[in-house]
T-cell receptor, first 113, second 109 residues
Framework: DTEVTQTPKHLVMGMTNKKSLKCEQHMGHRAMYWYKQKAKKPPELMFVYSYEKLSINESVPSRFSPECPNSSLLNLHLHALQPEDSALYLC????????????FGNGTRLTVT | GQNIDQPTEMTATEGAIVQINCTYQTSGFNGLFWYQQHAGEAPTFLSYNVLDGLEEKGRFSSFLSRSKGYSYLLLKELQMKDSASYLCAVRDSNYQLIWGAGTKLIIKP
């Protein structure tokens, strides 16, 4: 069982919808990540939060908006997405940014119609 | 540029041993990770190497040679459930993870 919980597991949304992905961890980790993964490709980093502050934004379009309300929660707000944004969205956490491994949640399978 | 190479696909027999290689060229090195990913699921952490040598964890072992920019993941006593993709990732000097494309491992009875 994963200790990083993501909701929802599946999401279908239209291009005009606004939705949010949620991620929660209770391992006391101080770094949290959003990744996007297309089929048969490795995960692609989107955002990194360290101590609740955004430390890395990998030139992600503004239709994706991250939020870190506290050290245990991470959200990804979605608005006006495109069909090519359909992918598996993975949340991960680690003790810190430096040496510790990332622990992934089970992901949200997003389909944009 | 930064680059991680691993074979695209490998096939092995149940009960056998398989070695998945990973070579890397990155700007700095702060550790190498191996992850297992079943189709449609999240990556699961397998191992972490930061010093040269072999790390053993049950049926899985991982080896690192920093001077050669090389690692391998060794899987023993293969089981059908080991059929998955295996991802090699290196943490660079900026502490960012650089991912290989993954090796799809197919286990045959």
């Amino acid at each position: 069982d994963t200790e990083v919980t993501q909701t929802p597991k599946h999401l279908v949304m239209g291009m005009t919808n606004k939705k949010s992905l949620k991620c929660e961890q209770h391992m006391g980790h101080r770094a949290m990540y959003w990744y996007k993964q297309k089929a048969k490709k490795p995960p692609e980093l989107m955002f990194v939060y360290s101590y609740e502050k955004l430390s890395i934004n990998e030139s992600v379009p503004s239709r994706f908006s991250p939020e870190c309300p506290n050290s245990s929660l991470l959200n990804l707000h979605l608005h006006a997405l495109q069909p090519e944004d359909s992918a598996l969205y993975l949340c991960a956490s680690s003790q810190g940014l430096e040496y510790s491994p990332l622990h992934f949640g089970n992901g949200t399978r997003l389909t944009v119609t | 540029g930064q680059n991680i190479d691993q074979p695209t696909e490998m096939t092995a027999t149940e009960g056998a041993i398989v070695q998945i290689n990973c070579t890397y060229q990155t700007s700095g090195f702060n550790g190498l990770f191996w992850y297992q990913q079943h189709a449609g699921e999240a990556p699961t952490f397998l191992s972490y190497n930061v010093l040269d040598g072999l790390e053993e964890k049950g049926r899985f072992s991982s080896f690192l040679s920093r001077s050669k920019g090389y690692s391998y993941l060794l899987l023993k006593e293969l089981q059908m459930k080991d059929s998955a993709s295996y991802l090699c990732a290196v943490r660079d000097s900026n502490y960012q993870l650089i991912w290989g494309a993954g090796t799809k491992l197919i286990i045959k009875p």
